[in-house]
């Protein structure tokens, strides 16, 4: 049976996306961290790894694109998990006064959690603020995650579709240690960081105009290393291995002070 490992506890939307994606029955390995969920497939305790990247309310997850910088795993694979947030607890609606939930869930709520006027507490994990509310076991404080959640423990859901927009979704990578071969429809995301220097990222973005590549996304993360420094995330169309692809990649590199490629997948559409 495949292992694939998520970061949170059970019921997270990461252990939903992941039984999607594979469409076959598979054995989900909850980790803590973001960290420990690519550590354990590098060193072959799971086969797969799935990290959430990029919400479509509240943007990037800094803290996947951090990892995915150190990582050897590829990615091999991508996403879009629909996201249905639910009030959970044992109080009434009007009992509520504190929300708990990891803070990309807190966002994607916002609009509801200061319509209510409550007091909203980050926690590690959408799925394991249920597990803390359950344990608390107070009729003032609910949390905010899926009906798989509250089902797995037990927990009643107090209202449902409580997003700032119901049109709520995540994309999640799915890495191991292995590459993917060509399909019709491929995506390949790289990292890279650039001189600090004008025209310097305009030069690199240049060269995928030239050749009529279509840039996907673009994101920028601090170095950690040196103030105002930053990495470039890119996703463009088109797979490492197409000979167009790797003549581009080389010249990018020239144009760099460090380049990564993350890898080639098919290209995900939204269900």
Known sequence: MIQVSFQGERGAYSEAAARSFFKEKIETIPQTTFAEVL???SNAKTRYSILPVENSLEGSVGESYDVLYSTSLNATGEI???IEHCLI???NIDEIDTV???????GQCRKFIEGHDMKAIPAYDTAGSVKMIKDLDKRNCACIASKD???IYEMPVIRSNIANNLNNYTRF??????????????????????KHEPGSLFRIIEKFHQNDINLTKI?????KANTWE???????????KDVRILEILDRIKQETLFMKVLGSYPSARLS
């Open 89 to 91: 607890g044992t109080g």
């Open 149 to 151: 959640a509250a089902q």
């Open 230 to 240: 930053y990495n470039f995330y890119v996703d463009f169309e088109g797979h490492q």
């Open 80 to 82: 879009y998990h629909r």
């Open 100 to 106: 708990y939930s990891h803070p990309q869930a807190l």
């Open 39 to 41: 550590d354990s497939t």
């Open 219 to 223: 994101e920028s993360r601090p170095t």
């Open 173 to 194: 990578l799915i890495l191991s240690k292995e590459d993917n071969d060509k399909t019709e429809n491929d995506k390949t995301s790289i990292i890279f960081s650039i």
